[in-house]
Every structure is written in C-alpha cells, then in structure tokens.
T-cell receptor
Framework: GAVVSQHPSRVICKSGTSVKIECRSL??????MFWYRQFPKQSLMLMAT?????????EQGVEKDKFLINHASLTLSTLTVTSAHPEDSSFYIC????????????FGPGTRLTVL | AQSVTQLDSQVPVFEEAPVELRCNYS??????LFWYVQYPNQGLQLLLK??????LVESINGFEAEFNKSQTSFHLRKPSVHISDTAEYFC???????????FGSGTRLLVRP
C-alpha cells in the first residue's frame, strides 16, 4: 500500500524557536497534502491544505504566519511552526491522497511536538 | 458543509463480546464515509470505507459498517472483539470529489480480558 512518512516523529524545543516537520509520500506523487492537528484525546482538526506549486489553503482560525507550509515537490510538504509556544504542543499528522483510489488518503505516523 | 457525530467517547467491552461504535453524519450533498483506527502515538489507518454500491462494507479484520442513508448513520460493528482491537476509532466524511475529510470526535474502544 501507499506509504506516507513524517520526520521527526518526536521533537522537543524551547519556547520561541521554530520547528520544521516533513511529510513525504514515499511511493507515489501527491500534488495535495493535508496537515492536521490533534490534541490529547481529541479528534483531528484540519489545519491546511498544502498545494504543490501554489500557496497553501488554511482553515478558518489557523494563523498562516504561524504555521508555514511549503509544498516543495510532488513528494514533500513541510510544516514549520514559527516562534513556538507551549500551546503549540500537539500531535501533528499529515495525509496525502493517492490518485486513482477514490478519496482514499494515506496518513503519516504523526509528529509529537512538545514546546517547553 | 458536513459534520460527523460520534456520541460515545469511550466504549468498554469484554473480550469476545460484540461491539457497535455509533456514527451519524450531516450533509446537504452525497458523501463518502470512512472509519479510521488509531493506535497510541500512531497515525491513522483506514479500516473501511463506503463510496457507493453495497451499503454493507467489511474490513479484513472482522469489522463491518452499514451505510444507512435514511438514518444518516454509518455504525461500526464487530461480532467478537479482541484485546488488540483496543484503540481510538474515528468516523469521517468527505463530499463527493473532495479529499477533505471531516472527522468525528472519536470513540475509544477498550477491550478487557
């Protein structure tokens, strides 16, 4: 099956620093990827849609200057949490749809961000 | 716009007992429906999906779900659960032709020996 990876799987950083999270589709190309945020024991909230070759589309209430998204190639999207604060601590998950498999998305394993 | 409701935040059940996890959705257009499973500190795995055709869909590990349009439901069932089924289960919906998924709040299935 299709595989989506994320790196790093876990990161701890100090308040005020920036953190970059990578999402890669390993065996297929993805012109679109999605970034989700999941708080403990809660559901996934869609943050933004990452589009290869164009700007990301952010959901209402998500600060685009805080969460920078770059879809650098057909297999890579990055999410940068800028000037991270403790309230940004969360589980970040990406997903990528694979063409030809109606509406099926493949999820990365997630990145646990802890901001001290 | 679509929305998904999972009324049960946690469902405790004994091993080998049957279980049903409820999911109701709301949408003004036709939808696709999904169940995903999440094990601790992991991403989501697709369990099963309804796109069209037969309203009863099955997964390879014994789960099944039935799409009921009149009741706008997509409940997940398994006749006999295992300890290894302990996980968080998310129901999700997307509009036809859209990859954007809307998730329910999730149900934690806790299987006890």
């Amino acid at each position: 099956g299709a595989v989506v990876s994320q790196h790093p799987s876990r990161v701890i950083c100090k308040s005020g620093t920036s953190v970059k999270i990578e999402c890669r589709s390993l065996d297929f190309q993805a012109t679109t990827m999605f970034w989700y945020r999941q708080f403990p024991k809660q559901s996934l909230m869609l943050m933004a849609t990452s589009n290869e070759g164009s700007k990301a589309t952010y959901e209402q209430g998500v600060e685009k200057d805080k969460f920078l998204i770059n879809h650098a190639s057909l297999t890579l999207s990055t999410l940068t949490v800028t000037s991270a604060h403790p309230e940004d601590s969360s589980f970040y998950i990406c997903s990528a749809p694979r063409g030809g498999l109606e509406n099926e998305q493949f999820f990365g394993p997630g990145t646990r961000l802890t901001v001290l | 716009a679509q929305s998904v409701t999972q009324l049960d935040s946690q469902v405790p059940v004994f091993e080998e007992a049957p279980v049903e996890l409820r999911c109701n959705y709301s949408s003004s257009v036709s939808v696709y429906l999904f169940w995903y499973v999440q094990y601790p500190n992991q991403g989501l795995q697709l369990l099963l999906k309804y796109l069209s055709g037969s309203t009863l869909v099955e997964s390879i590990n014994g789960f099944e779900a039935e799409f009921n349009k009149s009741q706008t439901s997509f409940h997940l069932r398994k006749p006999s659960v295992h300890i290894s089924d302990t996980a968080e289960y998310f129901c999700a919906v997307s509009g036809l032709g859209s990859y954007k998924l809307i998730f329910g709040s999730g149900t934690r299935l806790l299987v006890r020996p």
